[in-house]
Structures are given as structure tokens and as C-alpha cells.
């Protein structure tokens, strides 16, 4: 009977490290996930036909976030040890684990990860670089140690906790409201810091004037005098409606953007 | 340091973040890291660093969810940033920034839906014969090391050697007033982002705070790191509030 170790563990978060790997329309991250558990499966089953069965299991359509992936691969080595050596756990329940996993943690990865702190310590060091008129690399490199840190925590935290906690972690995260919970504090978070980006981190202004008797009027100043910055976050939310309920294409949105913008310049709408 | 270094310089450091974007995912692929990292290698720091913090605010709040493929940043940031210090010039890298990462994002495309399916089948095959070097070399050294080869590496080499002679000549040919009015579209082209985001953090159940953060930025003139600090206060706030009221029922 083969137990997983420490050392196996580890050997589990280094090969899970290949997770996206592949990526592809069809499967998605099948192929990374499989090539996570290779250190896993070729220890639990010394017998190679059990081994072929298990690596066949894993060719199912997979896709998550990729660093709360983790989480899934902790928690299927510990259902794969205990089919191997228990075998008192139906197959199929990994694929159904694994599947039902998908989603939340998606959810939560995408949200908190990529959409609220990567946006914050992203918009920090570009703030850090140009305050520094792009003399110091302190920006990118306080962006690169916390991202890059905090990434490999939650791989750390998913192989080792995910594996030992196993099965009982996806029922307590439900049952309790968690994911719900996470996803509403980011939403107020990104809210607000997002509100202020777009104040900083777009620019538009208008080059129109006119004359008004003997002074000429900037109307870009008389804007600003009343709510500074109006364009930028206006513009933001009409793109928001765009996306959101007339389903425009972002990339699309990034040209005509690029364009109206440059034309816009050409014509003395914007300065 | 010869051009021919120069690219040579710039084809490995795309390769190596293309790894690092496949494997260990610690960021070096993020405009505002490659782009000081493509300029320390290739001599420039600080230019790198102009056009990494650039690039960055056109792409900072994109997210794709799921499977969507966005605009690629890292073939973008990696080929203007070594543009810029070729040709000494941080403009051009706005210039090329938004086409190089819409041409980036089909070539990803391509891969994804052509190529690594290609790969992902003869992956199948190994994995049920519990084939561990067929499984590496259809998973790994195939997509990472031939796929990026040609779809990335590749093309940066060329667009590093051959395109530096190029652009400073089209440079050189755009009137500085076509160029300022790029510059105005590329500052524009942030605010795609955020509507993104905004989307997947829903914007729809939380818009009033959205407002607050634009509050504190647009009058007060609170900075980046001062804003995510009430954020992270608001958050708090919230917390107590809720948990207290829970608790009292």
C-alpha cells in the first residue's frame, strides 16, 4: 500500500506548477491537470493497467482559475490515495468532485485574484514608476515579489491544506456561504478602487474653446471646476453598458477607442 | 551591443516569459515586469520601465474570464519595449502597442483552438498507455518549447531586427501630430479595461461605492495606494457591521 508523503506532496506542487499548460478550445486545462498528478498516480498505482485506468479518468474537460486549481489537485490526490488503497470511493466521484469544483473556485480566482488584487498592485507600481519619472524599478518589483508570492501561497496552501483536508473543504466552503461572502467584499473593493482608477488612469480631455466676449472658455476647464475628471469615468461606464447589455466586443472596444480618440485629437475635440 | 545581439536578447527573454506564463505563473509576462525586464537585458532600464508602466495602463484592469482570449499584452510589452531601446524612442512603443497585442491574441487563438487541440490528442493517447514521456512531450516540450518557438520567439526576432530600421524610418516619416493623437487614443484605451472588470467584480450590486472611490480620487485627489487603504476600511466596516447585525438576531 502506497501512502503520499511530505516528499510526494511536494513533488505534487512542483508538477502542478504545469497546470495551464496546453491550454487549449477543446479540453481546456485536461492535459496541465494530468500532468499535475503524474508524480501522484505513478506512486499510487504500481500495477500499470490501474495506471493507465487512472490516467484515462483524468482526460475530462477541466477549467478553473489557475492558482485555486490547486485547491482541486490537492484534494484529488487524496481521493486518488484513497481509491487506490481503500478503494472505497466510486471513480467517478473524482470526476464529480472535480467538476463541481470548477466553478466557485473560478469564481473566486478570477474575482479576487486577477480582478481585484492584480488591478491594485499593478495601478500602485505604475503609479510608483511614473512618480519616479520612470527612474525606479522599486513599482514593478513590489508588484512582481506580492504577486508573484502571493500565487505561489495559494498553490502552497491548495496542494498541502487541499489534500489533507480533503473532500470535508469543498462541503465546509458551501455550506457556509463562503464563496458568496468573498464575492461580495471583493465587489465592494474593486467598486471603490476601480471608481477611483478611472479618475487617474484614463484621460480625456476636450480641446474645445470658444470665446466668450473678450476671454476665451476652455470648456475642459469649466468642466473641471464642477466634477473633475467627468470624462474618463462617464466614458468607463458607458463602455460597461456596452459590454454588459448590448454584449459589444471588448477588443473591438479597444480599437474604436484608439481611433475615436486619435481622430478625436485631429479634429481639436481632444486635447 | 550589435542589433543582431540585441534581438538575439529579446527572442530569449520572450521565451523565457512565455515559460513562465505556461509554468510558474510569477508574473514576469505583466507589462509593468517585462518591460523593465526586457530593457535591464537589453541595456535601457529606464526606458524599459517607461514603456512597461505605459503599456500597462492600457491593459491594467483587462481581465478575460474563462476562456475568452484577450488582446495580448506579453507579445506587445516584449516587442515595443525592445523597439524603444533599439531605436531609443519610448513613442513608438505606444504606437504598436494595441496592434502587436491584437495580433498576440489571434496567434493565441490559433494555438489554442488549432495547434494545442493537435497536441492535447496525441497527449490523450500517451496518458492512456501511462506513457509519462509521451505525456511530456506532447504537454510540455511541444507547446512550450516548439509552439512558442514559432507562434512567439520567432516573430520577436524579426520584428527586433528587421523592424528597428523600419520604424525609425516610419518614425521619422509620422508627423509628430499623428503621433500625439495616438498617444490620445492609447491614454483612452484603459477605460476598456475597467468596464471589464466591472463586469466580473458586479459593478451592478455595488455601484455606489464605485462612486465613493471616484470621489476620493477626482476631488480629494487621494493617490492609488490611499484609495485601496479605504477600501480596504469601507470592506472592514461592512464586516463589523454585518457580522454585529447576524449576531443580534
Not at chain 1, 479576487?112 to 510608483?128: D, E, K, N, Q
Not at chain 1, 473532500?167 to 471583493?186: F, H, M, Q, S, T
Not at chain 1, 475642459?220 to 448590448?246: E, G, N, V
Not at chain 2, 483612452?188 to 463586469?199: E, H, S, T
Request: with cysteine; glycine share 10%; charged share 15%.
Amino acid at each position: 500500500m502506497a501512502k503520499l508523503e511530505k516528499k510526494d506532496l511536494w513533488k505534487l506542487f512542483w508538477s502542478s506548477q504545469w497546470f495551464t499548460v496546453g491550454c487549449n478550445n477543446e479540453k481546456f486545462e485536461s492535459m496541465g491537470f494530468t500532468l499535475s498528478l503524474i508524480p501522484v498516480l505513478e506512486k499510487l498505482y504500481p500495477d500499470v493497467e490501474q495506471r493507465k485506468e487512472a490516467y484515462a479518468r483524468h482526460q475530462e474537460i477541466f477549467l478553473t482559475e489557475a492558482q485555486c486549481a490547486k485547491t482541486v489537485i490537492g484534494i484529488t490526490a487524496a481521493m486518488e490515495e484513497r481509491l487506490a488503497n481503500e478503494g472505497d470511493i466510486p471513480a467517478e466521484s473524482i470526476g464529480a468532485i472535480k467538476a463541481a469544483m470548477m466553478g466557485p473556485l473560478a469564481g473566486i480566482g478570477d474575482t479576487l485574484y486577477h480582478g481585484t488584487l492584480r488591478p491594485i498592485f499593478a495601478g500602485i507600481a505604475v503609479s510608483l514608476a511614473a512618480a519616479s519619472g520612470y527612474t525606479s524599478p522599486l513599482g514593478p518589483i513590489l508588484f512582481f515579489v506580492v504577486m508573484a508570492g502571493m500565487g505561489q501561497l495559494i498553490n502552497w496552501f491548495g496542494i498541502f491544506k487541499g489534500y489533507e483536508k480533503g473532500v470535508e473543504l469543498v462541503a465546509n466552503i458551501e455550506e457556509a456561504g463562503l464563496i458568496d461572502k468573498i464575492r461580495e467584499y471583493a465587489s465592494v473593493l474593486g467598486c471603490i478602487i476601480m471608481g477611483g482608477f478611472s479618475a487617474v488612469f484614463v484621460t480625456i480631455n476636450l480641446g474645445i474653446e470658444f470665446n466668450a466676449g473678450e476671454s476665451v472658455v476652455s470648456l475642459q476647464s469649466t468642466l473641471d471646476s464642477m466634477i473633475p475628471h467627468l470624462l474618463p469615468m462617464m466614458y468607463t461606464l458607458f463602455l460597461y453598458y456596452l459590454i454588459t447589455k448590448k454584449k459589444a466586443n471588448p477588443i473591438l472596444l479597444m480599437v474604436v477607442t484608439m481611433v475615436v480618440g486619435a481622430i478625436g485629437y485631429l479634429l481639436g475635440i481632444f486635447a | 551591443m550589435s542589433l543582431l545581439m540585441q534581438s538575439l536578447i529579446a527572442a530569449t527573454v520572450m521565451f523565457l516569459v512565455w515559460l513562465d506564463y505556461e509554468w510558474v505563473h510569477i508574473w514576469t509576462y505583466r507589462p509593468i515586469v517585462l518591460g523593465p525586464l526586457m530593457g535591464l537585458c537589453l541595456g535601457n532600464l529606464q526606458i524599459g520601465i517607461e514603456v512597461g508602466a505605459t503599456v500597462e495602463l492600457m491593459f491594467l484592469a483587462t481581465v478575460w474570464v474563462g476562456s475568452a482570449v484577450p488582446p495580448n499584452e506579453i507579445l506587445s510589452t516584449g516587442i515595443a519595449t525592445a523597439l524603444a531601446v533599439t531605436t531609443g524612442d519610448a513613442t513608438v512603443a505606444i504606437a504598436t502597442a494595441l496592434p502587436i497585442a491584437v495580433l498576440g491574441s489571434a496567434l493565441l487563438t490559433f494555438r489554442n483552438t488549432f495547434m494545442n487541440t493537435f497536441a492535447m490528442q496525441r497527449f490523450e493517447k500517451a496518458a492512456q498507455n501511462a506513457d509519462v514521456k509521451g505525456m511530456k512531450l506532447w504537454g510540455i516540450v511541444v507547446p512550450v518549447g516548439l509552439y512558442h518557438l514559432i507562434l512567439f520567439v520567432i516573430p520577436t526576432f524579426i520584428a527586433v531586427y528587421y523592424g528597428a530600421d523600419v520604424c525609425v524610418k516610419i518614425l521619422e516619416m509620422i508627423p509628430a501630430e499623428v503621433l500625439a493623437a495616438i498617444n490620445c487614443g492609447g491614454r483612452m484605451i484603459g477605460a476598456v479595461g475597467l468596464a471589464l472588470l466591472l463586469k466580473s467584480i458586479s459593478f451592478d450590486k455595488a455601484w455606489p461605492f464605485f462612486f465613493l472611490g471616484f470621489i476620493f480620487s477626482a476631488y480629494l485627489g487621494v493617490g492609488n495606494l490611499g484609495i485601496t487603504m479605504l477600501a480596504v476600511v469601507v470592506v472592514g466596516i461592512i464586516y463589523m457591521y454585518k457580522e454585529k447585525t447576524a449576531s443580534q438576531d
